[in-house]
């Protein structure tokens, strides 16, 4: 168990719909990131945030926006879906070390189908 | 440009063997590189990092070398078990303060 939660698990819903996916990071990490994971395909990153602000931001479609709430828990919207956008979404936080690294800690991802 | 390259083929090797993955990039300057394994349906989990003045760092039975001037790490299992197979991604951060994964290779260990 890394830590991280992200709910749902398990998302069905039809195109053209709009979802919330959420997710809470590790007690103390600052930096939340999104990540796409398509069937077969490595990971895309999508955006990060650390405390409350974008930090940078990947190949992420106009469609998806997110955003980190002061309790630092982070969710990433996904509007008008297309049947492209089913994937697993994983989100995965980290602190930054004094040695300047960071290690990610991802969560469970959630499984979003678009029919 | 930028890019990193894992095969993409599958490696299959018999149990009690190592198992070596390789990593190459392409236009980074990484300050350290990072290897996780995924299995299928879960989020990756963080394994080794090892910095760029770092030549090799170790971890019970896995062993990971940096060469900044080949742009390559190897990711070594020593005495391979059924339970590594999984895909082994390695991941460095850009400029931008940006994670990027490769794309992974799967190791599958025979019993």
């Known amino acids: 168990d890394s830590g991280v939660t992200q709910t749902p698990k398990h998302l069905i819903t039809a195109t053209g719909q709009r979802v919330t996916l959420r997710c809470s990071p590790r007690?103390?990490?600052?930096?939340v990131y999104w990540y796409q994971q398509s069937l077969d395909q490595g990971l895309q990153f999508l955006i990060q945030?650390?405390?409350?602000?974008?930090?940078a931001k990947g190949n992420i479609l106009e469609r998806f926006s997110a955003q980190q709430f002061p309790d630092l828990h982070s969710e990433l919207n996904l509007s008008s879906l297309e049947l492209g956008d089913s994937a697993l979404y994983f989100c995965?936080?980290?602190?930054?070390?004094?040695?300047?690294?960071?290690?990610?800690?991802f969560g469970p991802g959630t499984r979003l189908t678009v029919l | 440009s930028q890019k990193i390259e894992q095969n993409s083929e599958a490696l299959n090797i018999q149990e009690g063997k190592t198992a070596t993955l390789t990593c190459n990039y392409t236009?980074?300057?990484?300050?350290?590189l990072q290897w996780y394994r995924q299995d299928p349906g879960r989020g990756p989990v963080f394994l080794l990092l090892?910095?760029?003045?770092?030549k090799e760092k170790r971890k019970e039975r896995l062993k990971v070398t940096f060469d900044t001037t080949l742009k390559q790490s190897l990711f070594h299992i020593t005495a391979s078990q059924p339970a590594d197979s999984a895909t082994y991604l390695c991941?460095?951060?850009?400029?931008?303060?940006?994670?990027?994964f490769g794309s992974g290779t799967r190791l599958l260990v025979r019993p």
């Open positions: 995965a936080s980290s602190v930054l070390t004094s040695g300047g690294t960071d290690t990610q800690y």
């Open positions: 007690s103390g990490d600052l930096s």
């Open positions: 945030y650390y405390n409350g602000e974008e930090r």
């Open positions: 236009n980074y300057s990484p300050a350290y």
């Open positions: 090892i910095r760029e003045n770092e």
């Open positions: 991941a460095l951060k850009d400029s931008s303060y940006k994670l990027i």
